[in-house]
């Protein structure tokens, strides 16, 4: 594998339920990020971590948490989201926080 | 608010001509810029990047153009091919901040 993947790349979930998505990168770098695409919207930084510790979190509700347990993965734990909560979750790497970002090819996520 | 923007949700352009895809942001101290580029079904695809210091980088057929007193940005693709169709994004930095503020996008379609 190369660069960014993410899984699963599409996820139904209801409102109750508990899910995870995954990120990993190949790149050797050391900042991850998780960004959210509605439609019509620019990208959404929710969270970024640099050298596994939490640098950023862009007042993201509690339901989404993150999980960053060493510099090539990166997690987003889901728990009881709303119906508006659907979107293009897409993870990020950089070599360090503010260079060139390399994107995974998102996990589409459909909350009924 | 949006610090940066794309004004032009959609382009259409003839296959062999040039394509301009027009960007404008608001926060003076950004000074590191990058397009990316967008399939359906994939994640954002890093194209090409400038610094505050240069007015104008140049990467095959893709040239962006940095005006810093109008705060605008520009990508030019000459010449224009199908497979340049895409969603092109602009994002913006503080060069040692955490955070790329995202454009909207512009879809460009080129027309054979």
């Known amino acids: 594998e190369t660069g960014v993947t993410q899984t699963p790349r599409h996820l139904v979930m209801g409102m109750t339920n508990k899910k995870s998505l995954k990120c990993e990168q190949h790149?050797?770098?050391?900042?991850m990020y998780w960004y959210k695409q509605s439609a019509k919207k620019p990208l959404e930084l929710m969270f970024v971590?640099?050298?596994?510790?939490?640098?950023e979190n862009n007042s993201v509700p509690s339901r989404f948490s993150p999980e960053c347990p060493n510099s090539s993965h990166l997690f987003l734990h889901l728990h009881t989201l709303q119906p508006e909560d659907s979107a293009l979750y897409l993870c990020?790497?950089?070599?360090?926080?503010?260079?060139?970002?390399?994107f995974g090819p998102g996990t589409r996520l459909l909350v009924l | 608010d949006q610090q940066v923007k794309q004004n032009s949700p959609s382009l259409s352009v003839q296959e062999g001509r040039i394509s301009i895809l027009n960007c404008d942001y608001t926060?003076?101290?950004?000074?590191?810029f990058l397009w990316y580029k967008k399939y359906p079904a994939e994640g954002p695809t890093f194209l090409i990047s400038?610094?505050?210091?240069?007015d104008k980088n140049e990467d095959g057929r893709f040239t962006v153009f940095l005006n810093k007193s109008a705060k605008h940005l520009s990508l030019h693709i000459v010449p224009s091919q199908p497979g340049d169709s895409a969603v092109y994004f602009c994002?913006?930095?503080?060069?040692?901040?955490?955070?790329?503020?995202f454009g909207t996008g512009t879809s460009l379609t080129v027309i054979p």
């Open positions: 990020a790497s950089s070599q360090v926080t503010g260079e060139t970002q390399y």
């Open positions: 790149l050797g770098h050391n900042a």
């Open positions: 971590y640099n050298f596994k510790e939490q640098t």
């Open positions: 926060n003076s101290m950004f000074d590191y």
């Open positions: 400038i610094s505050s210091i240069k």
């Open positions: 994002a913006a930095s503080v060069y040692t901040g955490n955070q790329f503020y």
